[in-house]
Nanobody, 119 residues
Framework: QVQLVESGGGLVQPGGSLRLSCAAS????????MSWYRQAPGKERELVAS????????TSLDSVKGRFTISRDNARNTLYLQTNSLKPEDTAVYYC????????????WGQGTQVTVSS
């Protein structure tokens, strides 16, 4: 059974930082492309950043470029999102996504972790 468990969210003041983690189990982690998405209240879920199975990273959201960094540790089966210089508009539920690098129908979601940026 595949499980993606996010952690590291919380309440932070503007300008602060959080490191989000996504612990994966039940899959061959190194064979999966991994992504972070986020969904703010009343808005659609949006892709934040991705890292391929081979370690190529892409930050898809212009508003977080230069502030957020995605990374993975295949030895620990864990995906990370380092978030710096947080802004109130970064407030959202952040979700981890895993999609097999070539068998694209194998796609999984975590339950999400809440990030709230407020003074």
């Amino acid at each position: 059974q595949v499980q993606l468990v996010e952690s590291g969210g919380g309440l932070v003041q503007p300008g602060g930082s959080l490191r989000l983690s996504c612990a994966a189990s039940g899959l061959t982690f190194s064979s999966y492309d991994m992504s972070w998405y986020r969904q703010a209240p009343g808005k659609e879920r949006e892709l934040v950043a991705s890292v391929t199975s081979t370690g190529v990273t892409t930050t898809s959201l212009d508003s977080v470029k230069g502030r957020f960094t995605i990374s993975r540790d295949n030895a620990r089966n864990t995906l990370y999102l380092q978030t710096n210089s947080l802004k109130p508009e970064d407030t959202a539920v952040y979700y981890c996504n895993a999609q097999h690098s070539w068998a694209r129908s194998f796609k999984y979601w975590g339950q999400g972790t809440q990030v709230t940026v407020s003074s």
